[in-house]
């Protein structure tokens, strides 16, 4: 099976269908152990590539850098050219700086330094602001990036996780516009089936500003593969046995209505709920490319072969009434 491409948001650039995320590269548990080891991650980054996977999305903070490092080792021994690498840039980096977070001038130029150091390249193809700053003026925060593209250590921009708030967007986007700056062309906000909240206005915003979407969380954390029911224990080892955030955002009544049009459908196609699920977001018209993490590579190839599941106009439109939207979720 190989992976679809599809335009980056209104960029040039070609990305898969599905992007390869790697949150869990390096991230130690509270137990003390690491989600996905450097061998893991060579060997899922090698089955994504297998697949056509072109599509890499890490960030600065996911393993306090290990992530990125890995990622650079793992594309020394490819071509860069084949592939598409997305960072992201605001947490916090050292503790005691109080410029050492945020996206403010000096951590923005301090932080793609280091990121193109440790990606072992000269450029990232797309750098997202993790979050919005409100204690930096967009003005400095939009010229400093609109920097980075014009000395070529980036290609684009992107806002991660600025839901709900569409507005903040937007602001950015006329502020770049009146000063000739490069706009954010790509959002990454959570979006998947049981999580509807930028349905309110977010997805609107980004149709009117030409902005593509790459969701993260498409699975809701794992809720839409089909692991959880009403009366069953919850699995030991899962999020929803661990976390009652988990449990209190996601089992719930209302988000297994869900889950139950889900699993028909994937009856009906022939696939897992987590394709289904998969499927929803790629055929949905805002929507550029969901992006999927993954522990193993049976998990990964599972999620990868969404790109192979069509859904009729009735089984979208079905999935889609499945919820009402509602604000902040």
Known sequence: MELDTVPLGRTGTSVSSIPFGTWRFGRETDAGSVEVDKDQAFTLLDAYAEHGGNFIDTADMYGDGLSEEWIGDWLATRDREDFVVASKVFWPTREDDPNGRGIGRKHLRRQIRLICQRLGTDYVDLLYCHRFDDRTPPEEFMRTLDGFVDDGRVN??????????????????????????????????????????????????????????????????????????????????????????????????????????????????????????????????????????????????????????????????????????????
């Open 156 to 329: 684009y921009l992107g806002a991660s996780t600025f839901e709900p708030n569409a507005w903040e967007v937007a602001r950015a986007n006329e502020i770049a516009d009146r000063r000739g700056y490069e706009p954010f062309t790509v959002a990454q906000p959570r979006y998947n089936l049981a999580n509807r909240e930028i349905e309110y206005d977010y997805v609107d915003m980004c149709e009117a500003y030409d902005v593509g979407i790459c969701p993260w969380s498409p699975l809701a954390g794992g809720f839409l593969t089909g692991k959880y029911s009403r009366q069953a224990d919850l699995p030991e080892g899962t999020r929803g046995a661990e976390s009652s955030q988990f449990a209190d955002r996601y089992l719930t009544e209302e988000n297994f209505a869900v889950l139950d049009v889900v699993r028909a459908v994937a009856e009906e196609v022939d696939a897992t709920p987590a394709q289904v699920s998969l499927a929803y977001l790629q055929r949905h018209p805002q929507v550029t490319a969901p992006i999927v993490g993954a522990r193993t590579v049976e998990q990964l190839e599972e999620n990868l072969a969404a790109d192979d599941v069509s859904l009729s106009d009735d089984q979208f439109r079905r999935l889609a009434d499945s919820k009402t939207v509602s604000f902040m979720e």
